[in-house]
């Protein structure tokens, strides 16, 4: 009898939490509006890295013609663009495909890029930078949801690369 009660009572808990986990990871809703990439301002034949001050870790981004980014939230432990490109064909791709966190819209006006993308921890951010060259973007500050403007110095570089990952996502309209 204890025994089938501990057991009810796990499987209650693992299905609560799971509920309250799962909404973590709900489809963001977008204000800014997806537009095709029809400029050639950025290169999208690859992707943009940007290493910590440290230079010991590596945050990057893909962008696709049809205006879609992937602005990687977090950090990886490696200033190896080989070992990273590695990371992204072995494990990264197949996450990539079933959660929104790191993906969203951009959008480009003269040498004005602004970004919105999903954090699963802190909702959608819009970050907002200017292009220095077709290789070199730099983001300078990031706007919180709630209007708190933070701001950035991330200066990324670009990096030829294939196979990117499939841009097609069904909550990004």
């Not at 009898?1 to 709900?26: D, E, P, T, W």
């Not at 890029?113 to 954090?119: F, R, V």
């Not at 919180?144 to 690369?161: A, T």
Request: proline residues 3%; hydrophobic residues 35%.
């Amino acid at each position: 009898m204890i025994n089938s009660q501990s057991r009810l009572i796990k499987n209650f808990v693992c299905v609560f939490v799971f509920g309250i986990f799962s909404g973590c990871y709900a489809e963001p809703e977008f204000v800014m509006q997806r537009v095709p990439y029809e400029g050639n301002e950025l290169r999208i034949d690859g992707y943009y890295y940007h290493s910590n001050n440290s230079g010991n870790a590596i945050r990057y981004s893909f962008l696709f013609r049809n205006g879609v980014i992937y602005y990687e939230p977090y950090w990886y432990s490696t200033n190896d663009l080989n070992e990273l490109e590695q990371m992204f064909i072995k494990h990264k791709y197949e996450w990539l495909k079933k959660y929104a966190n790191g993906w969203g819209i951009f959008v480009i006006n003269g040498n004005r890029l602004e970004l919105e993308t999903w954090d699963a921890e802190g909702g959608l951010l819009r970050y907002v930078g200017r292009i220095e060259n077709d290789t070199t973007m730099h983001l300078l500050q990031m706007v919180m949801r709630y209007g708190g403007v933070l701001p950035e110095d991330k200066i990324f570089h670009f990096k030829k690369f294939s196979p990117k990952p499939d841009s097609i996502k069904s909550f990004i309209k």
